[in-house]
Antibody, heavy 122, light 108 residues
Framework: EVQLLESGGGLVQPGGSLRLSCAASGFTIRGYAMTWVRQAPGKGLEWVSTITATDGRAYYADSVKGRFTISRDNSKNTLYLQMNSLTADDTAVFYC???????????????WGQGTLVTVSS | EIVLTQSPATLSLSPGERATLSCRASQSVGDYLTWYQQRPGQAPRVLIYDASYRATGIPDRFSGSGSGTDFTLTISSLEPEDFAVYYCQQRSNWPPYTFGQGTKLELK
């Protein structure tokens, strides 16, 4: 059974940093593109970042480019999101999600974690 | 960036009724349109992918149709657990992946 477990969220001051983790089980993340999606309180879903399976290339939303870094540790089967220079607009639940099919990118997301809440406030 | 516009924003229906949700894209996305359901306090889950294919374990009362710029999610007979928010998402032209703003299906 596929499971995705996010952690690392919490309260951080504006300008601060946080690293989110997504521990995967039931599959090997090396073979799948992995994505972070966020949802501000009471708002819709926003794509944040994707790392591809084939070459580990990273893609970012304009709203986070230059501040966030997606990465993965295949040996730990874990996905990460390093977030720097955080602002109040980054307050959201962050979900990690897995592509439906291996060794491709641009696929739909068929498995999601339960999310971790990031609150940016002084 | 492809913009997805969902309508209506809110749909008030009763159990047993038929629900029709719309998603319109600002340019063609072919068949690369996905529908997700999000219940309160839960993560999204995929219902329909590639416009019309039901994901594993999704009841057949859910169906998707459309191609190009106009798409529809239909729930043939609403069950109590279907009252939730529904999002469409395109994967035709990314980055970025884009989502619609959501349709809230509420109990009348």
């Amino acid at each position: 059974e596929v499971q995705l477990l996010e952690s690392g969220g919490g309260l951080v001051q504006p300008g601060g940093s946080l690293r989110l983790s997504c521990a995967a089980s039931g599959f090997t993340i090396r073979g799948y593109a992995m994505t972070w999606v966020r949802q501000a309180p009471g708002k819709g879903l926003e794509w944040v970042s994707t790392i591809t399976a084939t070459d580990g290339r990273a893609y970012y939303a304009d709203s986070v480019k230059g501040r966030f870094t997606i990465s993965r540790d295949n040996s730990k089967n874990t996905l990460y999101l390093q977030m720097n220079s955080l602002t109040a607009d980054d307050t959201a639940v962050f979900y990690c999600a897995k592509d439906a099919r291996p060794w491709r990118h641009g696929d739909y997301f068929n498995d999601w974690g339960q999310g971790t809440l990031v609150t940016v406030s002084s | 960036e492809i913009v997805l516009t969902q309508s209506p924003a809110t749909l008030s229906l009763s159990p047993g009724e038929r629900a029709t949700l719309s998603c319109r894209a600002s340019q063609s996305v072919g068949d690369y349109l996905t529908w997700y359901q999000q219940r309160p306090g839960q993560a999204p889950r995929v219902l329909i992918y590639d416009a019309s294919y039901r994901a594993t374990g999704i009841p057949d009362r859910f169906s998707g149709s459309g191609s190009g710029t106009d798409f529809t999610l239909t729930i043939s007979s609403l069950e109590p657990e279907d009252f939730a928010v529904y999002y469409c998402q395109q994967r035709s032209n990314w980055p970025p992946y884009t989502f619609g703003q959501g349709t809230k299906l509420e109990l009348k």
